[in-house]
């Protein structure tokens, strides 16, 4: 999410639309086949106020649109930049800080299975009380 703060977004507009034709989730690589609804969203974006802008346009199914809504509740800033593209890393990075547990949601669809399983174990580790020594073998 770093990127955000070096791109300006003239404007962004989501649609939901009928695919006409076959697309692919920017997010998750599932395919949109014709006949089926999803979202739509374009803007115009530059790297800074001098720089010329940018047409851009994504395709997202409605789960990886629900995540994103999902993931911008769960930060704290109500700011938070959009990557499109990115909702795998973002999701990853909070579970790697501890903002997501390897039972929520977001984390099970998002964050590697061998990631997952690490944190179980993890997890699952006693902690010592004070003046206790704990083996762990």
Request: aromatic share 8%; charged share 30%.
């Amino acid at each position: 999410m770093s990127r955000c703060e070096d791109i300006v977004t003239d404007f962004s507009r989501e649609k939901v639309v009928t695919a006409h034709k076959d697309h692919k989730c920017i997010e998750c690589g599932k395919d949109i086949r014709i006949g089926v609804q999803h979202h739509n969203v374009v803007g115009v974006s530059r790297e800074s106020w001098s720089s010329p802008g940018y047409f851009w346009s994504v395709r997202i199914c409605f789960q990886c649109d629900k995540d994103w809504t999902e993931f911008r509740e769960l930060e704290s800033d109500s700011s938070i930049c959009v990557m499109y593209g990115d909702l795998r890393e973002n999701v990853i990075t909070a579970f790697e800080n501890g903002v997501l547990k390897s039972s929520d949601s977001l984390a099970q669809r998002w964050v590697p299975e061998e990631m997952l399983h690490k944190s179980e174990e993890e997890e699952g580790l006693p902690f010592p009380l004070p003046g206790q020594l704990v083996l762990v073998t």
